[in-house]
């Protein structure tokens, strides 16, 4: 699935596990019926002020549980990568159990569970049979995550050193030196321009009192969201709910997180890499999760970059000069205006010339929009994947920990192919011209010659 088409998911999935896949028959069947009647989700609100979202699922004996924070790395502050170890260490150990002994409760009775942090927030999960001993096990072992983890000193200097070799591992990746330049490039100050792993030294001084002070902070009732899909009728889901969440103290929500502000110059930071190949990255602040242009400039984005070999940018980089085997572009709309970001990867003899191809396609399609044939391909081919996009339970309950989260509409996938449907060339140009900025873009390149010291610049972009 293209990064840039699956608009609903967090950003980013940083120390997070895989959970496995099962169908959602009838969620599927519903959306593409005549009606596009989206899963049903109905929401109410524990007793210490955590937002619930849930869709009975009956086919299958299972459920899926995620409850998600106001607590990603826009909350680290000074300490970069707070966020990302705080939830990496809570699986590490809760109550009188090790990290052994929680692998080993939800192994025997054949659950899961995950725990992530982004930018935007740290989501905590498990997936488990509705069965007994298995839907018990599963649920007490995620209520003592959540709400008596112990941080044991031990595991943390193992975690610390697996931080500190994930970064060092990182360094060596071009692709990774740039998004992370990028970043700090189109977000400047703003928390969001911090990369969630964090940095070395900032790694090496947390301690274990930051990690409890973190929890006890974000980690509350008030600052929850908990989605919840599976084989449950709504009082079988409510009582779930407050056994997993009911345990923490009500607490406050953070204060909002300051605005972006939009770049007032374009920018280019060149980091040589000892590498044959450039990656040319392309980057300015876009728009927040619930944005009125949504639609349009996601759609529009469809076109320019984020539908694969029939997109703009492929078209003029790969298939009429050969100078990429792929580019793209995407939206990654946050809690505030997220990334608009561009890249490809070339020989670095060619980067100059891709990155300006790049750029010139993007300000044509922000002057001229799409035509009426591209408009009309895009939509068909938006909407006629959404039904499979949500049909399991392990994307399902994503989407739900989504809408809870940012406060979306909760008729927001009924709506979503009809909203896509109304979307015309004029608002997309419109969106587009006002929104996107080609003339000030940040741009990282990285990559050239091994010999020589990886030295930024920064120059107009050409």
């Known amino acids: 699935m293209?990064?840039?088409?699956?608009?609903?998911?967090?950003?980013g999935r940083e120390r997070s596990a895989t959970l496995p896949r099962t169908?959602?028959?009838?969620?599927?069947l519903l959306l593409i019926s005549a009606v596009q009647a989206g899963p049903q989700i109905q929401t109410w609100q524990t007793g210490n002020g955590a937002r619930v979202l849930f869709v009975a699922a009956p086919e299958l004996p299972m459920v899926d549980v995620r409850v998600v924070f106001d607590a990603g790395s826009a909350r680290d502050g000074a300490q970069p990568g707070l966020a990302a170890f705080t939830a990496g260490m809570l699986t590490e150990g809760a109550r009188d159990w090790d990290a052994d002994t929680i692998a080993l409760r939800m192994e025997n009775v054949g659950a899961s569970l995950s725990a992530s942090a982004d930018r935007d927030l740290a989501a905590v999960g498990i997936r488990s049979l509705t069965q007994e001993p298995a839907l018990e096990t599963a649920v007490e072992t995620l209520a003592g995550l959540l709400t008596a983890p112990?941080?044991?000193?031990?595991?943390?200097?193992?975690?610390?050193?697996?931080?500190?070799?994930?970064?060092?591992?990182?360094?060596?990746?071009?692709?990774?030196?740039?998004q992370k330049a990028l970043f700090r490039q189109v977000f400047g100050s703003h928390p969001y321009a911090s990369d969630p792993a964090g940095t070395e030294d900032a790694i090496r001084a947390l301690t274990r009192a930051d990690l409890q002070a973190f929890h006890q902070r974000y980690f509350t009732g008030s600052n929850a969201v908990v989605a919840i899909v599976g084989a449950l009728d709504q009082p079988a889901a409510q009582a779930l709910a407050e056994r997993v969440v009911g345990g923490l103290p009500a607490g406050e929500r953070p204060a909002a997180l300051p605005p972006v502000a939009d770049l007032s110059d374009a920018a280019v930071e060149r980091i040589t890499f000892p590498s044959s190949q450039t990656h040319v990255l392309a980057g300015q602040p876009g728009m927040a999760r619930g944005d009125p242009d949504y639609f349009a400039l996601y759609l529009g984005n469809h076109i320019l970059g984020g539908s694969g070999l029939v997109s703009l940018l492929m078209e003029e980089v790969r298939e009429k000069r050969g100078l990429?085997?792929?580019?793209?572009?995407?939206?990654?709309?946050?809690?505030?205006?997220?990334?608009?970001?561009?890249g490809l990867q070339t020989k670095n003899a060619q980067a100059d010339q891709a990155r300006t191809v790049m750029i010139d396609t993007l300000k044509r399609f922000a002057t001229e929009g799409p035509t009426e044939e591209q408009l009309t391909a895009a939509k068909k081919n938006v909407t006629g994947g959404f039904p499979l996009r949500i049909a399991e339970?392990?994307?399902?309950?994503?989407?739900?920990?989504?809408i809870g989260f940012y406060g979306l509409p909760l008729d927001y996938l009924d709506r979503f192919t009809d909203r896509i449907q109304a979307v015309t060339a004029e608002q997309i140009r419109d969106a587009f011209a006002r929104r996107v900025h080609p003339d000030r873009l940040a741009i990282v390149t990285v990559g050239g010659d091994a010999d020589t010291a990886q030295v930024p610049a920064t120059g107009d972009p050409g």
Do not use: C, H, W
Request: without cysteine; negative net charge.
């Open 2 to 11: 293209n990064t840039a088409d699956f608009e609903l998911l967090p950003p």
């Open 23 to 28: 169908g959602l028959t009838a969620v599927l």
């Open 150 to 178: 112990t941080f044991p000193p031990t595991d943390l200097e193992r975690e610390r050193e697996n931080a500190l070799i994930g970064l060092r591992q990182a360094q060596e990746q071009p692709a990774k030196v740039g």
């Open 324 to 342: 990429s085997y792929s580019t793209y572009s995407y939206f990654l709309p946050m809690a505030k205006p997220g990334p608009f970001l561009m």
């Open 393 to 402: 339970n392990s994307d399902i309950i994503q989407y739900l920990a989504v």
